[in-house]
């Protein structure tokens, strides 16, 4: 049950965020946080990460992208069964995963594109803006693999 709390936790985070920017921003308006570093910009995406496949057809597209969302969800329930018991870290880390991936699912489904709003840039050079869904795989899969690489270790360590 900790899979799916952790996963809930970053849905309704991620969709309250959403929520907010979609009824208190126009569509590209920017608010400067930070200046010359950071600004909340309120954007849409119809593609995947970075804009990818952004140019395809709209139906094939968002078939495409709620098909690997789905399969990537159940891909998550399964490896939580078999990492489990090795790190409660595993649970955290598919937890992210399997809430950013929902979280942008909803946005597709509920908007026809992800929202995203926080804009990072340095001396003109500019970050693609991204979400907290975003965040949440991200570090997700960071915190996977260095779970991966410790277990593996002190499997090799204490073998048996």
């Known amino acids: 049950m900790r899979l799916f709390g952790i996963m809930a936790l970053v849905l309704v985070l991620d ?23 950071f600004n909340l910009t309120f954007l849409t995406n119809t593609g995947a990460a970075f ?11 968002q078939l495409f992208f709620v ?43 509920r908007y026809g594109a992800v929202v995203d709003f926080l804009d990072f840039y340095f001396r003109g050079h500019h970050w693609p803006a991204f979400n907290v ?16 690489f410790v277990v593996e270790k002190n499997r090799k360590k204490f073998p048996g």
């Open 15 to 37: 969709q309250a965020v959403k929520s907010w920017i979609v009824h208190h921003f126009s569509l590209y308006e920017s608010v400067v946080v930070i200046p010359g570093l």
């Open 51 to 61: 804009g990818m496949l952004a140019g395809q057809p709209s139906r094939e597209r």
């Open 67 to 109: 098909g690997v969302a789905l399969v990537a969800l159940a891909a998550i329930v399964v490896m939580h069964r078999r990492l489990a018991d090795q790190s409660r870290w595993f649970t955290v880390a598919l937890g992210l995963i399997g809430g950013g991936a929902l979280g942008n699912l909803v946005d597709r489904v």
């Open 133 to 148: 869904a975003d965040s949440a795989i991200t570090v997700g899969v960071g915190l996977f693999l260095v779970t991966s």
